[in-house]
């Protein structure tokens, strides 16, 4: 009989030691199930509404203080998620955080500086104390396109995939949003562009624009070091892609489909049925709405 307890008091230590390993945010993470219209959490597979709120800067400029204050408020106001980027748009790789650290060490995306990450993982994890799971952008468009800053690009296909593995390694489960504000064809001059048609209106725009170049595979490989890197620790996470605006998708029965960008008139249409007609199922979700306008204003 004192065998038997024995046992059994041996395998609840050994289930204890198996929750413990579980990331904080274990039962808020969720999933886009294959064919599927709808999220869902992983775990219970209860159906889970993106109530988001965007803080790019969250774990660039801030420190705990006012994250903390940041994130209690946004649990108190009903948000669920909470986007950042670990990469940040704002001189992401050249200014250093609150607390001097850098994302990379020697500027290079394969060696991460762990004094950085060490803020994202406190970040991570006090946000699903309050029940709320962080979206990672892993980084955002004008590393691997120059985006709309015309930066020199730090990530190819062989650092993408690496970069992907480390940050699915350490934050399996959390959803993941690639593109950053970018398309996968892009021209890396667009800053330039920009401040021509500023200074001129009357220019032929794509007449200005570098070669367009394709970083599809670029993109491709950060999602395969994200995905296999989660899949071996359990977890099937949700990987988005955040575009520019632009015409996203040709629907059949409604007016084009738009991000950012607005058809005149019909500010408030969001054409996601535009999406939905077609015969490949998969989840989307209008990311933006038209604060860009409301800010214009």
């Given at each position: 009989?004192?065998?038997?307890?024995?046992?059994?008091?041996?395998?609840?230590?050994?289930?204890?030691?198996?929750?413990?390993?579980?990331?904080?945010?274990?039962?808020?993470?969720?999933?886009?199930?294959?064919?599927?219209?709808?999220?869902?959490?992983?775990?219970?597979?209860?159906?889970?509404?993106?109530?988001a709120?965007?803080?790019?800067?969250?774990?660039?400029?801030?420190?705990?203080?006012?994250?903390?204050?940041?994130?209690?408020?946004?649990?108190?106001?009903?948000?669920?998620?909470?986007?950042?980027?670990?990469?940040?748009?704002?001189?992401?790789?050249?200014?250093?955080?609150?607390?001097?650290?850098?994302?990379?060490?020697?500027?290079?995306?394969?060696?991460?500086?762990?004094?950085?990450f060490?803020?994202?993982?406190?970040?991570?994890?006090?946000?699903?104390s309050?029940?709320?799971?962080?979206?990672?952008?892993?980084?955002?468009?004008?590393?691997?396109?120059?985006?709309?800053?015309?930066?020199?690009?730090?990530?190819?296909?062989?650092?993408?995939?690496?970069?992907?593995?480390?940050?699915?390694?350490?934050?399996?489960?959390?959803?993941?949003?690639?593109?950053?504000?970018?398309?996968?064809?892009?021209?890396?001059?667009?800053s330039?562009?920009?401040?021509?048609?500023?200074?001129?209106p009357?220019?032929?725009?794509?007449?200005?624009?570098?070669?367009?170049?394709?970083?599809?595979?670029?993109?491709?490989?950060?999602?395969?070091?994200?995905?296999?890197?989660?899949?071996?620790?359990?977890?099937?996470?949700?990987?988005?892609?955040?575009?520019?605006?632009?015409?996203?998708?040709?629907?059949?029965?409604?007016?084009?489909?738009?991000?950012?960008?607005?058809?005149?008139?019909?500010?408030?249409?969001?054409s996601?049925?535009?999406?939905?007609?077609?015969?490949?199922?998969?989840?989307?979700?209008?990311?933006?709405?038209?604060?860009?306008?409301?800010?214009?204003?």
């Amino acid at each position: 009989m004192m065998k038997i307890q024995a046992a059994v008091a041996g395998l609840l230590s050994l289930a204890g030691l198996a929750s413990a390993a579980d990331p904080s945010w274990h039962d808020l993470a969720i999933t886009a199930p294959r064919y599927g219209r709808y999220l869902t959490r992983t775990a219970s597979k209860d159906p889970f509404f993106w109530q988001a709120d965007t803080a790019w800067e969250l774990v660039h400029r801030l420190n705990k203080t006012s994250i903390d204050f940041y994130l209690k408020t946004r649990a108190e106001q009903g948000y669920n998620v909470v986007q950042t980027v670990l990469v940040s748009e704002l001189d992401g790789t050249t200014r250093a955080n609150f607390y001097g650290d850098l994302p990379f060490n020697n500027s290079d995306p394969t060696n991460p500086n762990e004094a950085y990450f060490e803020l994202v993982d406190w970040t991570v994890d006090l946000a699903a104390s309050y029940g709320l799971l962080i979206a990672l952008v892993p980084t955002w468009g004008m590393y691997v396109n120059g985006g709309w800053h015309s930066t020199t690009p730090i990530f190819n296909e062989s650092n993408a995939y690496e970069w992907g593995q480390y940050i699915g390694n350490r934050y399996p489960g959390l959803p993941k949003i690639l593109g950053g504000d970018s398309n996968v064809q892009w021209s890396w001059n667009m800053s330039e562009v920009q401040a021509a048609y500023a200074e001129d209106p009357d220019q032929d725009l794509p007449s200005l624009l570098a070669p367009i170049e394709d970083t599809s595979s670029v993109w491709a490989s950060m999602r395969a070091g994200l995905k296999e890197s989660e899949s071996s620790q359990g977890y099937e996470s949700v990987v988005l892609y955040h575009p520019a605006g632009g015409w996203i998708v040709k629907p059949e029965v409604t007016p084009l489909a738009y991000g950012h960008n607005m058809l005149q008139d019909e500010e408030d249409r969001v054409s996601i049925d535009a999406v939905h007609v077609r015969s490949l199922v998969r989840y989307v979700a209008k990311s933006e709405l038209n604060y860009i306008l409301l800010l214009s204003f």
